[in-house]
């Protein structure tokens, strides 16, 4: 039986590997790894021509990390520190409203859940140290910021929302890891279901009136609990009619 | 709708922004900027070695460039200047292998090309200023090899390229037997530049770089075999 085929969006970026320095339609290895772990097949999409026609090959789709989402498509002004990628937004807003209009099961993380928010008519927080004077969301004060890795993310609680679908898929609390600087403000049309009970960031999304919408503002890519993963493969996979003994629950 | 064109990528530790050496997943854009200039749509496929379904919603097969082959497919063992990737070989032999067996146009870029012949039962020079006694098919880190190709008259790349023959080279390992395919490019020294599969829709392999210069013979053919 095949596997659903789900897309995640990808960088346009320049990049530098072995003697290189160029730009490459590209996306880390962790997200990849969490589609194919969990039962799917990746592809990416890269944003360099936007159209919606590859959205009609695919069972499901992935809205990845990146740079900011460009304020000017919520009405708002530059903060200084905001640092956008007009190539991608333009591609991925496009995608994502195509995605929401024809219910293809949608994932966004971090960035994703923005472009979702965004995209469902809502706004974002652009530097959330301004707002709550602490630093839970980014990596930890010291840290050489060229040495990110996993143990230089941020880590706080989430607690979520009884009776909503992400408490179904995760239960009532969970710690996650963190990366951003901007936040969901007003959700639009989507419901926020889960926040950093510190300081009240939304940390979850979602939709009552899509087969499967989540976002989620942390990176459970770069976990082993690829539950909201598990998920979308299983969305997808029941949204195309392919069988669904390969996606034992969790 | 276009024809979605399917690249394989690389995978390297990569270095932007805050980020630092992580692994990634990735394709020069030259090859997805030329793909869409001849009106594909470009998707990149991350190494995977379970099935080759993924080229059920593809229109045609792009290999691209990359490191070396592991010599163990074609029976030798590895030369001390080879660098070679297994998982990449495992989920690119899986789709050429099938892509050829459904008629799916491919072209195959440099390893690409290489790809295709191994594939094939064919196998690689290792280091070819070992065979060739010169370093013309890449001069230094870098630079590119300039070459006049000659080609079979009455070939498929032949007759794409025209009167125009000069190609730009980077690499150092090189066919030495294209297997089932037909060679039919050579540069001067007598190497082998260009294969085919003449009972094939349009499978075809060039040891040169066409995505540097976004060359539309070579990429709105495949495009069009794939429309």
């Known amino acids: 039986m095949r596997r659903p085929l789900i897309g995640m969006t990808a960088y346009a970026q320049q990049v530098q590997y072995s003697n290189n320095d160029l730009m490459a339609g590209m996306l880390p290895m962790t997200y990849v790894r969490a589609v194919h772990a969990t039962g799917g097949r990746a592809v990416l999409i890269t944003p360099d021509d936007p159209d919606i026609d590859v959205l009609d090959s695919l069972d499901g789709i992935v809205f990845s990390g990146g740079g900011d989402v460009d304020p000017a498509h919520w009405g708002a002004e530059r903060h200084p520190a905001t640092d956008t990628d007009a190539a991608r937004d333009a591609s991925e807003m496009m995608l994502m409203k195509a995605a929401l209009d024809r219910d293809l099961p949608i994932l966004g993380v971090c960035r994703g859940m923005q472009v979702m928010a965004v995209a469902g008519g809502g706004t974002l927080h652009q530097h959330l140290p301004d707002l709550t004077g602490n630093e839970l969301h980014q990596a930890a004060a010291g840290?050489?910021?060229?040495?990110?890795?996993?143990?230089?993310?941020?880590?706080?609680?989430?607690?979520?929302?009884?009776?909503?679908?992400?408490?179904?898929?995760?239960?009532?609390?969970?710690?996650?890891?963190?990366?951003?600087?901007?936040?969901?403000?007003?959700?639009?049309?989507?419901?926020?279901?889960?926040?950093?009970?510190?300081?009240?960031?939304?940390?979850?999304i979602e939709s009552a009136n899509h087969t499967f919408a989540l976002g989620v503002q942390w990176h459970p890519e770069r976990t082993a609990d690829l539950r909201v993963f598990t998920a979308l493969a299983e969305a997808a996979a029941e949204r195309s009619g392919l069988a669904r003994r390969e996606f034992a629950r969790r | 709708?276009?024809?979605?064109?399917?690249?394989?990528?690389?995978?390297?530790?990569?270095?932007?922004?805050?980020?630092?050496?992580?692994?990634?997943?990735?394709?020069?854009?030259?090859?997805?900027?030329?793909?869409?200039?001849?009106?594909?749509?470009?998707?990149?496929?991350p190494p995977d070695e379970r099935d080759a379904d993924v080229l059920r919603v593809l229109d045609g097969l792009l290999l691209a460039g990359g490191p070396d082959i592991e010599p163990g497919r074609y029976g030798a063992e590895p030369a001390p200047l080879t660098e070679s990737r297994p998982e990449r070989d495992a989920g690119e032999?899986?789709?050429?292998r099938k892509a050829l067996e459904l008629d799916l146009p491919v072209l195959g870029v440099c390893r690409g090309m290489q790809v295709l012949a191994v594939a094939t039962g064919g196998t690689l020079h290792q280091h070819l200023p070992d065979v060739l006694g010169h370093e013309q098919h890449r001069p230094a880190p870098g630079v590119y090899g300039e070459h006049e190709a000659r080609f079979e008259g009455g070939s498929l790349i032949a007759k794409l390229m025209g009167d125009d023959l000069g190609i730009h080279c980077y690499h150092h390992q090189g066919v030495a037997d294209p297997g089932t395919l037909r060679v039919t490019g050579r540069t001067e020294d007598g190497l082998a530049e260009a294969?085919?599969?003449?009972?094939?829709?349009?499978?075809?392999?060039?040891?040169?770089?066409?995505?540097?210069?976004?060359d539309q013979r070579l990429f709105g053919a495949l495009v069009e075999a794939a429309g």
């Open chain 1, 143 to 204: 840290t050489d910021p060229l040495a990110a890795d996993a143990a230089a993310y941020g880590r706080h609680d989430v607690v979520i929302e009884p009776g909503s679908r992400a408490h179904d898929l995760l239960g009532p609390r969970l710690v996650v890891n963190s990366f951003h600087h901007q936040a969901v403000d007003d959700p639009g049309k989507f419901t926020p279901v889960g926040w950093c009970p510190d300081d009240r960031i939304v940390e979850i």
């Open chain 2, 1 to 45: 709708m276009r024809p979605i064109i399917g690249i394989t990528s690389y995978v390297v530790p990569a270095t932007w922004g805050v980020w630092h050496e992580v692994s990634t997943a990735l394709i020069p854009n030259d090859y997805v900027a030329a793909v869409e200039l001849a009106g594909g749509r470009a998707v990149i496929l």
């Open chain 2, 93 to 96: 032999f899986l789709l050429v």
């Open chain 2, 195 to 214: 294969v085919e599969a003449p009972d094939r829709r349009f499978v075809l392999g060039v040891q040169w770089h066409p995505e540097v210069t976004r």
